[in-house]
């Protein structure tokens, strides 16, 4: 069995990529991790980040305001959820985007036809080397984190693993 250097998923031995993640494994042997930052990155799960409980609402509220509980928590994003099940997020990038100058005619619109479905979501047992990774190819600034049974238990960002990997630097220097 070989674990998957990104997601920590164990593969039959020889298989190109991960059946968790999708990663390419082929390559996988050529990188030594030589710095302390970087064993973190591949060891460090993405509970150590402590998600922050995420704000929900449903997918009929309007979209102006989710706009103004945005602004008035000083939250980047909200999860759209159907009962429990998170079925979208509406993230500050989709503000600008989807409504854009039409924000008046489209503030009484519900929030389901702005915002970004299905949501890209982590696991929380997910390593922070896959948080970093899933983000970087989608563009995402955020990401909901599920727990076992696949439940919705808090969001990362993009500054949550800034300030991580700014901790890990300073402590290597140490």
Same mark, same amino acid.
């Given at each position: 069995?070989?674990?998957?250097? /990104?997601?920590?998923? $164990?593969?039959?031995?020889?298989?190109?990529?991960?059946?968790?993640?999708?990663?390419?494994?082929?390559? &996988?042997?050529?990188?030594?991790?030589? =710095?302390?930052?970087?064993? &973190?990155?591949?060891?460090? +799960?993405?509970?150590?980040?402590?998600?922050? #409980?995420?704000?929900?609402?449903?997918?009929?509220?309007?979209?102006?305001?989710?706009?103004?509980?945005?602004?008035?928590?000083? !939250?980047?994003?909200? !999860?759209?959820?159907?009962?429990? =099940?998170? =079925?979208?997020?509406?993230?500050?990038?989709?503000?600008?985007? +989807?409504?854009? =100058?039409?924000?008046a005619a489209m503030a009484d619109q519900p929030v389901s036809n702005v915002m970004t &479905?299905?949501?890209?979501?982590?696991?929380?047992?997910?390593?922070?080397? /896959?948080?970093t990774h899933r983000m970087d190819l989608g563009g995402y600034r955020h990401l909901p984190?599920?727990?076992?049974? $696949?439940?919705?238990?808090?969001? !990362?960002?993009? +500054?949550?693993?800034? +300030?991580?990997?700014?901790?890990?630097?300073?402590? &290597?220097? #140490?």
């Amino acid at each position: 069995m070989t674990n998957c250097p /990104f997601c920590g998923h $164990e593969n039959i031995e020889g298989v190109d990529t991960c059946d968790e993640c999708q990663q390419p494994l082929a390559d &996988s042997h050529l990188h030594e991790l030589g =710095t302390a930052v970087e064993r &973190s990155l591949i060891d460090d +799960r993405v509970d150590v980040l402590k998600p922050k #409980a995420p704000i929900v609402v449903a997918g009929d509220k309007p979209v102006g305001q989710v706009l103004k509980l945005m602004v008035d928590k000083g !939250i980047g994003c909200v !999860i759209i959820v159907d009962g429990e =099940t998170p =079925t979208g997020i509406f993230s500050e990038r989709d503000a600008l985007m +989807r409504l854009n =100058t039409d924000y008046a005619a489209m503030a009484d619109q519900p929030v389901s036809n702005v915002m970004t &479905s299905p949501p890209q979501t982590l696991v929380s047992d997910a390593k922070i080397a /896959f948080a970093t990774h899933r983000m970087d190819l989608g563009g995402y600034r955020h990401l909901p984190v599920l727990g076992p049974a $696949e439940e919705l238990v808090g969001i !990362i960002s993009v +500054r949550d693993i800034l +300030r991580y990997l700014t901790e890990k630097m300073t402590a &290597s220097e #140490a």
